[in-house]
């Protein structure tokens, strides 16, 4: 020990004591390696319920692999050119993209409105606060149960509200884009109220100065939310767009469960609302059982999140680069 | 020294706890009781009838503890769930339950379960139905994976009281007889769908497709989807193409209430009386009973199908080779399939027994259902369940005909014209049976 001590290059920084012992070299060494033994759970965590899955399924996804089979032959990427060329996978691409769209942009557009609402001087702030949360408590299942039986053809309250005001009723179901809507619906109804805290937040964050210098120069609610709110919220817009694409690409409860009856897996009949993580199971499970096509799903879905996600972070540079200017006053 | 050696210690005592914490989620599951009583679960769909048969034999088996699970749930949600625990080798129940669909999958694969012809099943084989002991058998015959539960006789429900409004007979003798065939049901249909009750005549174009597709395949070839060399036929078999003709008329004459079949609407529409006739394999009389409650008890009856005889469905209880307690698994397994168990299960929620023991026993053929106006269900279904003649199943039966059914419900909803329909069933049907 001691040797190595002496040998240490003159161009070490000063030690402190002028009789350096192991406590300070241990200590140093300490400084230095036990960051990363704490934050060591996380990685190992990640490890085994994170990068091992994913390994895996890129494994499975490269075999002709039959769920219940003992024996499954390597097949190379067969199964990422058959899925390529698969017109089901592509339609229940759209149909994940469509639903995400019609859900996110009124979904955030109402967070914005119900976070401005918030951020007011009202009575009971903080009841309010927490009722937004609500939706986002319950059980997806049991929303999308519920809302199911809401959106039925024949015997749900929609319909029957529709009927009311002279519109016929609307096959929920059968219809792709009413499909789309109605769990949309779902997800808006989960996800609005999450969003509005969060922009609530960062609304708080904004200096009051602003607002009183542009109500002195005249700037009315409107014009004040448009010209300082919105532009100040920019960057957590752009994070509640980028967790919405995470969650939305892999939307699966609620589709399924807006389904229900023999291979509700599919999304009806013509496959109306079957989302891409619908297509994954429907093949890896009933009634395919085929794994490894299931598993390269997982991996193009996989892609298809981290494309999108890159969208959003060139747009997060972009947008957010704008906002720090207008900041910086 | 001493005082940071503790804190690594201390922080790789907490990378330990963290890994730990990983694999004791997976890893604390041993059922086996301390107190030397054994524990068997037994996994099921929908409604096996098998309470009382549980309390008997557990007073006779005072070790012997039984629990079910699954009970009235959804086979398309238990099928999934059953692969999974057999393709993991942990989870599935010590005896389960399997529908004969899947049956097929599974014969495929048969290192799953416990071959019980090696644990004297041979001495058994009187106690079913021949055709229903050889499905249980894999194709060499070697492995015999599951002992046959019920079979799916078929007759025709009725709601006694929507057949009043219409102006039709309600007596299941002259309701028989007006529909000797499947066009004469057609006509029927027509006249009851006339009188504008508010209810259409059947619940769903899929549920009456599969009955006449079984009933044609039987009395013909013998096979439906797939030839018994397992070559896809759906595009060449008449059988098939006959059933999907009859059922566009019964689309085209605007019969169905177009209810998916299972679906919370199909539920629904049971409880508020939107249809008048349902295709009725056996064990469907205990479903109809589920969804349309206590208020409808009474108000159906049971009549012959028409065409003749057909089977749809019925299931086999097979152990798994992955269960810890194989021996007295096997043992319960066999009682509960024995005619003693198939007669128990019948009187409680009316599966059709596939032993010919139990189908000639009086306890069967005197039984009556008060749900169904007293029908003689015994009678009814018992009668015809000798004669039964079966349908070969290929291997991707399941996926095959799922594509089929979701053909005839796009013509069903109006999204495609019947010749569209038979072009997307055979091309789909090609693609889901190469995957």
Redesign the interface.
């Known amino acids: 020990m001691a040797v190595h001590l002496d040998a240490r290059p003159p161009v070490a920084p000063a030690p402190r004591s002028t009789r350096p012992d ?2 300070t070299r ?2 140093r060494l ?1 400084t230095k390696y ?1 960051p990363y ?2 934050i ?2 996380f990685f ?2 990640f490890g ?2 994170g990068a091992y899955p994913l390994g895996y399924t890129f494994w499975v996804s490269l075999h002709d692999w ?5 024996e499954h032959p390597f097949i190379g990427f067969d199964n990422y050119s058959q899925l390529l060329a698969d017109p089901d996978f592509w339609h229940s691409v759209v149909n994940t993209l469509g639903i995400f769209v019609i859900s996110t942009v009124p979904q955030l557009l109402a967070a914005l409105w119900l976070a401005n609402l918030l951020n007011r001087q009202l009575r009971a702030r903080t009841g309010w606060r927490m009722a937004v949360l609500v939706p986002n408590v319950t059980s997806t299942a049991a929303v999308a ?1 519920v809302f ?2 809401l959106f ?4 749900g309250m929609i319909n029957w509200l529709l009927d009311h005001v002279g519109v016929s009723a609307i ?1 929920w ?2 219809n792709r884009f009413a499909a789309w809507v109605a769990i949309s619906t779902m997800v808006d109804w989960r996800w609005t109220g999450y969003n509005a805290l969060i922009f609530l937040a960062a609304m708080q964050a904004i200096p009051r100065d602003l607002y009183e210098s542009a109500a002195i120069d005249g700037a009315g609610r409107a014009r004040q939310f448009w010209s300082i709110t919105v532009p100040l919220l920019k960057p957590t817009i752009i994070f509640a767009v980028i967790i919405s694409t995470i969650g939305g690409l892999q939307l699966f409860t609620e589709p399924r469960m807006f ?8 999304g009806g ?2 496959r109306e609302s079957q989302t891409v993580t619908m297509y994954m199971f429907e ?1 890896a ?7 490894g ?1 299931g598993s390269a799903i997982a991996w193009l879905l996989f892609a298809l999140i981290a494309v999108v996600a890159a969208i959003n972070v060139l747009l997060l540079r972009r947008l957010g680069g704008g906002s720090r200017k207008e900041v910086s006053r | 020294m001493f005082t940071f050696t503790r804190r690594r210690l201390a922080a790789v005592a907490l990378v330990a706890a963290t890994a730990l914490l990983g694999t004791t989620g997976c890893g604390g599951d041993d059922e086996s009781a301390a107190d030397g009583q054994v524990t068997l679960t037994v996994d099921v769909f929908g409604q096996f009838g098998y309470a009382d048969l549980y309390q008997e034999y557990m007073a006779s088996h005072p070790g012997v503890k039984i629990v079910e699970r699954g009970t009235g749930s959804n086979l398309d949600e238990y099928s999934p769930k059953l692969t999974q625990w057999l393709a993991a080798g942990k989870g599935a129940g010590d005896v389960v339950a399997i529908e004969e669909g899947l049956l097929v999958e599974y014969k495929a694969n048969p290192q799953n379960f416990v071959n019980l012809l090696d644990h004297g099943a041979a001495d058994l084989k009187g106690n079913f139905l021949d055709w229903k002991w050889n499905q249980g058998l894999t194709a060499d015959g070697k492995q015999l994976i599951g002992l046959g539960t019920d079979v799916g006789g078929m007759a025709m429900c009725y709601r006694t009281d929507l057949f009043a409004k219409a102006g039709l007979p309600t007596d299941r003798e002259a309701v028989s007889k007006l529909w000797p065939t499947w066009p004469d049901y057609v006509k029927v249909g027509e006249q009851f769908t006339a009188k504008k009750t508010g209810a259409a005549f059947l619940d769903a174009a899929t549920n009456t497709f599969n009955t006449i597709l079984l009933q044609t395949a039987g009395n013909t070839s013998g096979y439906s989807y797939y030839d018994t060399d397992n070559k896809l036929v759906v595009g060449s078999n008449p059988a098939v193409r006959q059933a999907y003709d009859t059922t566009m008329d019964i689309i085209d004459s605007g019969l169905s209430g177009k209810y998916g079949s299972w679906s919370e609407e199909w539920v629904s529409a049971f409880k508020q009386s939107k249809f008048a006739t349902i295709a009725c394999p056996a064990w469907m009389t205990g479903v109809i009973e589920g969804n349309a409650g206590p208020a409808a008890k009474g108000k159906w009856d049971i009549a012959r199908i028409p065409g003749d005889g057909g089977n749809w469905g019925g299931s086999f209880l097979a152990v798994p080779k992955q269960s810890k307690h194989q021996a007295e698994a096997i043992e319960l397994a066999k009682f509960l399939t024995s005619a003693k168990g198939h007669i128990g299960a019948f009187k409680l929620k009316g599966p059709l027994p596939s032993s010919p023991q139990a189908l000639a026993d009086p306890a069967i053929l005197d039984s009556k259902n008060s749900y169904f106006s007293e029908a003689p269900v015994g009678k009814i279904f018992a009668e015809g369940a000798k004669n039964l003649k079966p349908v070969y199943m290929g291997p991707k039966n399941q996926a095959v005909r799922t594509e089929v059914e979701n053909a005839v419900r796009t013509v069903e909803l109006g999204k495609r014209s019947p010749q569209q329909g038979w072009t997307d069933a055979v091309a789909n049907a090609e693609k889901a049976a190469a995957k």
């Open positions: 192991r406590g241990l200590s300490d036990s033994l704490y060591a759970p190992l965590l085994v319920f039959d769920l219940l089979g003992a149960i199911a039986v039925g053809r024949e015997f096959d179901k059968a389904n229900s009856g023999t291979n509700a897996i599919r009949p013509l093949n499970f009933a009634p395919h059982y085929n794994f096509y």
